[in-house]
T-cell receptor, first 113, second 111 residues
Framework: EAGVVQSPRYKIIEKKQPVAFWCNPI?????LYWYLQNLGQGPELLIR????????DSQLPKDRFSAERLKGVDSTLKIQPAELGDSAVYLC???????????FGEGSRLTVL | GENVEQHPSTLSVQEGDSAVIKCTYSDSASNYFPWYKQELGKGPQLIID?????GEKKDQRIAVTLNKTAKHFSLHITETQPEDSAVYFCAASGRNTPLVFGKGTRLSVIA
């Protein structure tokens, strides 16, 4: 069984540029999460989807961040425009309906110059 | 909302010794407490979890204990090996609330 797939793994951009991250969850996992992980910190939730519905986006900075999961499978997270402080790892995770276990992707590391 | 505190932030042990990492949580409604291991350049991976109806759970060299009254839970790794070196995160969540993570413990096992 394939795990959670994220791309790109690494992205370097200049400030004020846009960037997008893509996530393909494990097949059959209805719940999808985007987490932000700063260096030396634990993951922090940005947004949670149940199928295509965003059910918890209270921590998403909506002035520059947006996310979508149009068909309830893949998801994209966009930042526009990026700021220096957005440099971090963006983790996607999906949750097993059976066990409740979260499976994480390897993350997308963003560097904003 | 939930707040999870994790200690220590770094831990060095000799190979073969035991390692203990402790976490406290604030929301008495939390009922699920997983532990994740994160290796460099990888996403966190679940290594063991415990639910609030259980006080202790063991899986080979790894065990987790939960004290609901005191709102703390701990990870115990026995007979540590160099490949146990990684960052470990505790987390807590309730029935309809997302996981909140601790800040992590960097474990180094010295051969």
């Amino acid at each position: 069984e394939a795990g959670v797939v994220q791309s790109p793994r690494y992205k370097i951009i200049e400030k004020k540029q846009p960037v997008a991250f893509w996530c393909n969850p494990i097949s059959g996992h209805n719940t999808l999460y985007w987490y932000l992980q700063n260096l030396g910190q634990g993951p922090e939730l940005l947004i949670r989807y149940e199928n295509e519905e965003a059910v918890d986006d209270s921590q998403l900075p909506k002035d520059r961040f947006s996310a979508e999961r149009l068909k309830g499978v893949d998801s994209t997270l966009k930042i526009q425009p990026a700021e220096l402080g957005d440099s971090a790892v963006y983790l996607c995770a999906s949750r097993s309906t059976n066990t409740g276990e979260l499976f994480f992707g390897e993350g997308s590391r963003l560097t904003v110059l | 909302g939930e707040n999870v505190e994790q200690h220590p932030s770094t831990l060095s042990v000799q190979e073969g010794d035991s390692a203990v990492i402790k976490c406290t949580y604030s929301d008495s409604a939390s009922n699920y407490f997983p532990w994740y291991k994160q290796e460099l350049g990888k996403g966190p991976q679940l290594i063991i979890d415990i639910r609030s109806n259980v006080g202790e759970k063991k899986d080979q060299r790894i065990a987790v204990t939960l004290n609901k009254t005191a709102k703390h839970f701990s990870l115990h790794i026995t007979e540590t090996q160099p490949e146990d070196s990684a960052v470990y995160f505790c987390a807590a969540s309730g029935r309809n609330t997302p996981l909140v993570f601790g800040k992590g413990t960097r474990l180094s096992v010295i051969a």
